[in-house]
């Protein structure tokens, strides 16, 4: 899946992608952004989250 973005310079395109950039010296895992993440993070963050989801999943039913 691809996501194309255009329109007028400064109308936020950046920032909706990635989100505040003020994220400098701050240590992986952390959620220093809050609601100013972009929708890059999202997108992985809930991608990640599936797929641990799916792994506890298959543990689950490995056991039974």
Same mark, same amino acid.
């Given at each position: 899946s691809a996501s194309c973005r255009? !329109? /007028?310079t400064g109308? !936020?395109?950046t920032f909706t992608m990635l !989100?505040?950039?003020?994220?400098? !010296?701050?240590p992986p895992g952390t959620d220093c952004l809050g609601e100013s993440r972009g929708l890059i993070q999202r997108v992985f963050e809930h991608l990640f989250m599936r797929i641990r989801e799916? /792994?506890? /999943?298959?543990?689950?039913s490995e056991t039974l």
């Open positions: 255009y !329109g /007028q109308s !936020g395109k !989100g505040d950039s003020d994220s400098s !010296g701050v799916k /792994q506890e /999943q298959a543990r689950v």
